[in-house]
């Protein structure tokens, strides 16, 4: 992939740590020739992000809550400084209350429903509304990270399931939005990944390992997979491809049921 994005210069949201699937991306976009810069949510995530982004050889580091406007104009505001224009944005973001990642979905309560799909679909819009005059005269890629929760239930996925069938349709609402000025918008569908964000999910563990075990490439997605997708996407190999939700799972989204040899 070397040099896939060389010149190009992009913001990745959602790097918490090492596991963090942004940061597989970042990585992957940076060994690719990318140029980076990174959100972070408050000073003791910015010092865990900073060892990060620097041996990527990135110093560009902007505060943002996403649900804090004033935070997002600030970050964009930075970044139309420094920059004037960007290539692509990576939204790696999600958030729900744990209490309510298990159990039945029949007692979502009115107040983390609203939460969660502030956080971890309304975001989206959002930030592409703020990346989108710095993408227009030469074209950009915004990218989302989605889960397949989102159009089939899996147990304790619960309202986050909701939230990502909200992302998936605004990715589809944006990508026809941006479309004309050349701007495209896609997402990304990981099976579940050893992350703090996926860890939070009741019975992640056996989540992860009857994917593991039974999609047809018998084993979950990587790091550097979806760091790879991620590098196509925003390469001017991913020139056509917009609307997307695309999966990176070992196949496992094709099963009807699982593998004979597991039942
Ligand atoms: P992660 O490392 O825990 O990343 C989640 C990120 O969201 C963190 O950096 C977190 O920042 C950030 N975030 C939460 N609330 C925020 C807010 N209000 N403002 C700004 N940032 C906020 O977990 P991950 O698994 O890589 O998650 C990244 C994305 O991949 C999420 O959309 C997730 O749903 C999706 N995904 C995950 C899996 C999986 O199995 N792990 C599978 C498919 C899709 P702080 O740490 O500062 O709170």
């Known amino acids: ?37 990174f959100t972070y949510q408050g000073e003791a995530f910015g ?34 400084e420094r920059w004037g ?41 959002e930030v592409a509304r703020r990346a989108h005059p710095m993408m227009i005269d030469n074209g950009g890629t915004l990218m ?3 889960y397949q929760g989102s159009n089939r239930v899996v147990p304790n996925y619960n309202v986050m399931g909701v939230a990502k069938a909200a992302l998936e349709s605004a990715t589809r609402y944006l990508a026809n939005d941006l479309g004309p000025e050349g701007i495209r918008v896609n997402a990304i569908s990981p099976g579940p990944m050893k992350t703090l964000a996926g860890a939070a ?27 790879a997708t991620a590098v196509y996407l925003a390469s001017d190999g991913g020139a056509c491809t917009t609307g997307q939700i695309i999966n990176v799972d070992g196949g496992f989204h094709v099963l009807g049921m699982p593998q004979q040899e597991n039942l």
């Open 144 to 146: 989302t990270l989605t």
């Open 201 to 227: 999910i009741g019975g992640a563990r056996k989540t992860y390992k009857h994917t593991d075990q039974n999609a047809p490439m018998r084993s979950n997605a990587t790091l550097e997979a979806v760091g």
């Open 47 to 80: 010092s865990r992000l900073r060892p990060l982004a620097e041996s990527v050889g990135s110093d560009f580091m902007v505060d943002a809550d996403v649900t804090d406007d004033a935070a997002l104009d600030g970050a964009f505001a930075e970044l139309q």
């Open 1 to 37: 992939m070397t040099g896939l994005l060389a010149g190009k210069r992009g913001l990745i949201m959602g790097v918490a740590n090492e596991r963090s699937i942004a940061w597989g991306i970042a990585k992957a976009m940076a060994e690719a020739g990318a140029e980076l810069a």
């Open 85 to 125: 224009t960007m290539d692509f944005l990576v939204h790696a973001i999600a958030f729900s209350d744990k209490s309510e990642l298990t159990g039945r979905f029949l007692n979502t309560s009115r107040e983390n429903f609203k939460h969660s799909l502030d956080i971890s679909a309304y975001s989206f819009i």
